[in-house]
């Protein structure tokens, strides 16, 4: 009997984790504007950035897709995504043409109209903050 209850209980935590993530993942989806950032070693910045997290179901170790087009140099970046750390962590891996750079973000604040993100290790020249607004 205790074995069972254990097992109930164990069972019951990692599907409360699961279920946070993919929470996470359906308000993510779709298109995010960013509307203020911070650069590492550069400081505020106004980028004119548009992210679109595609929507997938989660699966241990799955990562779903997105892309990243930024106006100003008329360049598009895509890349995978995934939601981790019960709903508290967005891990993006980019590729571009010379391999793959992993990006990591904490979740500050998630509504289904405004998302707020920050890297704790950034490097210089990248986005340590970012405050994003969904595109309708």
Partial sequence: MKTLLSFVILSLIVISACSKN???????????NVV?????????????????FEFCKLRQDDYCDFSAHNFETDDLTTGVYRIS??????????SNGFGFEYREYT???MSPWRMVLEANNAP?????????RKVK
């Fill in 22 to 32: 993919q929470r996470k993942v359906n308000r993510i989806d779709g298109k995010w």
């Fill in 36 to 52: 203020d950032a911070d650069i590492q070693g550069y400081g505020s910045a106004d980028p004119d950035v548009i992210y679109e």
């Fill in 85 to 94: 750390d019960r709903g508290t962590t967005l891990e993006m891996t980019v």
């Fill in 107 to 109: 979740i500050i604040r």
């Fill in 124 to 132: 210089v020249g990248e986005f340590s903050r970012l405050v994003l």
